[in-house]
Nanobody
Framework: QVHLVESGGGLVQPGGSLRLSCGAS????????MSWYRQAPGKERELVAA????????NYADSVKGRFTISRDNAKSTVYLQMNSLKPEDTAVYYC??????????WGQGTQVTVSS
C-alpha cells in the first residue's frame, strides 16, 4: 500500500526558507518520478516541482523557478523540496506524489506552509 508522509512545513517570514521532506513506502520508490504539489485555500491543487526516478531531470512551475529545488534520496525513499525566498503567495498545503506530470497515487496528509510577517 502506497504511503506518503510529508513534513517540514511551518510558519516563516517572507524571504525565509523551508525544506520539506516526503517519506515514501509501499512501492519501489527508485522506479518512479516524484512531484510536489500545493493547494492554497480556495484554489485547485497545482504541480510545483517534479523529478525523474534517477534525479537527472527536474521541472518547476514558473511561479517557483529559481526559488525552489526538488531533490531525492533513493536510498532513503525520500523526496525533498528546498524553498527559498518564500513569498506570501507560497502559502499552501504541500503534498508529494509519484509521477512527473500527473499524480499516480493517493494523497498523504500534506504539510502546511504559511508565509507571513
Amino acid at each position: 500500500q502506497v504511503h506518503l508522509v510529508e513534513s517540514g512545513g511551518g510558519l516563516v517570514q517572507p524571504g525565509g526558507s523551508l525544506r520539506l521532506s516526503c517519506g515514501a513506502s509501499g512501492f519501489t520508490f527508485s522506479s518512479y518520478a516524484m512531484s510536489w504539489y500545493r493547494q492554497a485555500p480556495g484554489k485547485e491543487r497545482e504541480l510545483v516541482a517534479a523529478i525523474t526516478s534517477a534525479g537527472g531531470v527536474t521541472n518547476y512551475a514558473d511561479s517557483v523557478k529559481g526559488r525552489f529545488t526538488i531533490s531525492r534520496d533513493n536510498a532513503k525513499s525520500t523526496v525533498y523540496l528546498q524553498m527559498n525566498s518564500l513569498k506570501p503567495e507560497d502559502t499552501a498545503v504541500y503534498y508529494c506524489n509519484a509521477g512527473f506530470t500527473l499524480p499516480l497515487g493517493s494523497w498523504g496528509q500534506g504539510t502546511q506552509v504559511t508565509v507571513s510577517s
